[in-house]
Each structure stands twice: as structure tokens, then as C-alpha cells.
């Protein structure tokens, strides 16, 4: 469907109401089924994964993803980026980041793809998940993918052992298949890195003056309504594609 400006809020119904699944991993996730149709209609021939910013999953990505699905009419699944330390506040999370591994966040956006029961998936994600977006082009599941201001290269505080380079992984899938959204402003995506995203191949909206997290979360400082309606049409658009 050609997607409107903005994502603005659809009329729930027993469709797309959230509910929560479980991943082959154990990690929790939410799955939206397309609003359109009966109940036990077969999903929708387009699915839509979801990665979370630091935080996690909490409601406001509970109605993103309903959101999301009354905006498009996809099934879309988000899931949980601390599978079992969900309790963690922002600070240790942030400190928790090396702590987390490739193979099991991939594997879960790769489940949470099937879990959607779509051939053609796209992928978003905010903030560090966003950083997983850009790594999710390695594995060739997703047809499109769009990080909100995700981190290029791997912050110092989140380097381990499981933590691959973004663009290391992207150089070895379609980088023309990425549109990343940046904030001007924003020092976890710096521009000499945004630089290298472009160079690898990647399309960049650059968004004047944005600093990190002005799209996805009303209630934060840096939202900009404006610039946050012109990126999600920007997104749906590519998605669409």
C-alpha cells in the first residue's frame, strides 16, 4: 500500500493488539497481525521486524508496532534486546552493551522475520537498535533496512567479543539497500562516520539540527514532530519499495 505521511495511529481491533510470543531463543517479542481482515486470515504478504532502542521492550514499542501495522497493513514483530534483564535501567544497560553477541540478536531479528509468516521483510530499529539494522544486512533475510540514528562504528563502552564492526557486516550484503536516518547534532553518529555509511554504499537522510532520538519517542527532549513526520514517510516509502 502507498504509505501516508507520517505514522499515525490506527483504530485497534482484535488484529493488530499486540501479543506476546516467544522466539525459538526464549527472548520475548510482540507480534502485530495486519489489521485488515478476519481474524484467522492468512498474514499479510509483507512483514515488518522491529528493533528497539537501548531501553528495550516496553509500551511505547507496543504501540509502534500496532502503529505500524494499522499504517501499512504488514504483520510486525519487535522483540527484546535483553532477553532476562529486562529490570535494567538505562545506565547499566549501556554499560551491559558488550555484553551482547551478534549471533543471538541476528538470530532473533531472523526468527522474528519467520515469526511475521512473510516472504518480503523489511527492518527498522532505533539507537542500538539501529546499530543492529546496519548488521542485519549480513544475514540476507531482509529485503529493506532503515536504522533511526543507529551507531556506525561500535561505541568504545559496547566493544566485546560478540560485537562485530557495523560496516564490516554491511560490506558483506546490499549497503544499496539501507536507509539510514541521522541527526546533524547527534554524537553517537559523528560526521566523519556518516561519512563512511555513505561511502559504504548506504542512502543517508541527514536531518539538520536533530539530535539522537528525535523521531520514535514523543515524551524525550529532542523529538521534532516535523522532521520525525518527514522521516517516517521517507522510511515507509523505502520500506515500500
Known amino acids: 500500500p502507498a504509505p501516508r505521511r507520517g505514522c499515525q495511529p490506527g483504530s485497534l481491533t482484535a488484529r493488530n493488539v499486540p501479543v506476546r510470543i516467544e522466539l525459538p531463543s526464549g527472548t520475548a517479542a510482540e507480534l502485530v497481525q495486519s489489521p485488515s481482515g478476519p481474524v484467522d486470515q492468512a498474514p ?37 534486546l535483553y532477553p532476562g534483564r529486562e529490570h535494567l535501567e538505562v545506565a547499566d544497560r549501556l554499560d551491559a552493551g558488550a555484553t551482547l553477541g551478534d549471533d543471538r540478536v541476528m538470530g ?8 511475521t509468516g512473510a516472504d518480503t521483510v523489511g527492518i527498522l530499529g532505533f539507537c542500538m537498535g539501529g546499530m543492529y539494522v546496519l548488521k542485519a544486512v549480513s544475514t540476507g533475510r531482509f529485503h529493506r533496512h532503515c536504522p533511526f540514528y543507529g551507531m556506525i562504528h561500535v561505541p568504545e563502552q559496547w566493544q ?13 550484503g546490499d549497503a544499496g539497500s539501507v536507509l539510514a536516518i541521522i541527526g546533524t547534532e547527534d554524537r553517537w553518529t559523528p560526521p566523519d562516520h556518516v561519512d563512511d555509511l555513505e561511502a559504504a554504499g548506504a ?5 539538520e539540527g536533530a539530535d539522537h532520538g528525535f523521531v520514535h519517542d514523543a515524551s524525550r527532549p529532542a523529538h521534532r514532530p516535523g522532521d520525525a513526520a518527514d522521516a517516517w514517510m521517507r522510511v515507509l516509502a523505502w520500506l515500500s519499495g
Do not use: H, K
Not at 566485546?160 to 558483506?172: H, K, N, R, V
Open 203 to 207: 542512502t543517508v537522510a541527514r536531518y
Open 160 to 172: 566485546g567479543a560478540g560485537q562485530s564492526e557495523p560496516l564490516d557486516l554491511l560490506s558483506t
Open 44 to 80: 499479510s504478504e509483507r512483514g515488518l521486524v522491529v528493533i528497539p532502542d537501548v531501553m528495550g521492550m516496553r509500551p511505547l514499542f507496543d504501540d509502534l508496532v500496532a502503529r505500524l501495522a494499522a499504517e501499512t497493513g504488514w504483520t510486525v514483530a519487535a522483540f527484546e
Open 108 to 115: 532473533d531479528a531472523a526468527a522474528a522475520a519467520d515469526a
